[in-house]
């Protein structure tokens, strides 16, 4: 198996932009009329990176039928749309956190801008290993995460351990199918170092396997 810091240096590279909060910004000066009245619907068209983008977290949050009390935890949460999405439209609260510092960081930036960060904050970290104690969080949300990630049991025992009892695992990702192997680049993966999708069955089997001990 790839070592741990080969993969997460190849993850960064393929997600990574030097500086990316301001160069994001900076584009949206040019493009929207009032950078000082951004709202989160200016940055729609670049902020959700999985199929579907918006229409699919709108339909994750629907699903989950959750209450502006709860806290969630985004995990592999890119430069935060989602969480910003399912804040703004719902009044959640959102812990994000994702392996690229830059996006983590552009994320943060763009909370502020928006004046959403009493709702919504990121850190960097690694999702096998999450900085957070137990059982606190509502739901643990990831969208098209875990396909980066080739090593799925540590990801699902952390999000078990960081869910409240009776909390709810919010998963979106694209499984691998009977059509054979994928045909790369895609938008997660432009090379095989970085792309780790499971089958439906492997997925139901590490997660029952999360929870049964
Ligand atoms: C396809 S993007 C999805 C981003 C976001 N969930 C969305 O839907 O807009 C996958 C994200 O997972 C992050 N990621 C990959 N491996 C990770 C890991 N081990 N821990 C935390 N984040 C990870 C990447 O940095 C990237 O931002």
Redesign the pocket.
């Known amino acids: 198996m790839m070592q741990l810091r080969t993969l ?1 240096e190849n ?2 590279k393929h ?1 990574g932009r030097p500086d990316l909060g301001t160069l994001i910004l900076a584009a949206l000066s040019k493009a929207v009329k009032d950078l000082d009245n951004l709202t989160a619907e200016d940055l729609a068209p670049i ?4 199929i579907r983008g918006r229409q699919a977290t709108m339909e994750l949050a629907h699903i989950l039928d959750l209450n502006a009390d709860m806290h969630i935890l ?6 935060g ?2 969480s910003r999405l399912i804040a703004h439209e719902f009044g959640y609260r959102v812990t994000g ?4 510092d830059e ?1 983590c960081r552009a994320a943060s930036m763009i909370a502020e801008r928006l004046g959403i960060s009493h709702l919504v904050s990121y850190r960097q ?4 290993s999450l900085p957070f104690a137990d059982g606190i969080f509502d739901v643990v949300w ?4 875990a ?3 080739p090593d799925k049991a540590p ?1 699902y025992r952390e999000a078990h351990r960081l869910l409240k009892r009776g909390g709810a695992l919010a998963i979106y990702d694209v499984l691998s199918g009977p059509g054979g192997l994928i045909i790369l680049p895609v ?2 993966a432009s090379s095989s170092e970085t792309n780790f999708t499971s089958s439906p069955e492997e997925m139901r089997n590490l997660l029952e396997r999360s929870v049964s001990k």
């Open positions: 997460n993850i960064e997600y902020d959700e990176f999985h985004d995990i592999g949460c890119g430069i749309g989602p956190i994702d392996l690229t996006y970290s690694d999702a096998l990831a969208q098209h995460a396909m980066n990630i990801l938008p997660w």
